[in-house]
């Protein structure tokens, strides 16, 4: 299995903004997103049951807390 993600640019912020921004908040909110998709599908494979929605959690870029 391959995910790739490839995040918007940062672009329309200043250069100094997207220096601390990139580290500080993408990368964990992508790692977050990671976990919670591996975690979905490994779910899947040992239960075979479908994931429900936001059932490791909610994430605010990808989904709706409910």
Known sequence: ??????????????????WVLRPVLARPMMRRYL???????RWRVETGSP???NQFG?????SQSV
């Open 1 to 18: 299995m391959t995910i790739s993600l490839r995040p918007r640019p940062l672009g329309r912020h200043p250069a100094v903004a997207r």
């Open 35 to 41: 976990r919670a998709v591996v975690a979905g599908l």
């Open 51 to 53: 994931v429900q929605r």
């Open 58 to 62: 909610s994430h605010p870029w990808f």
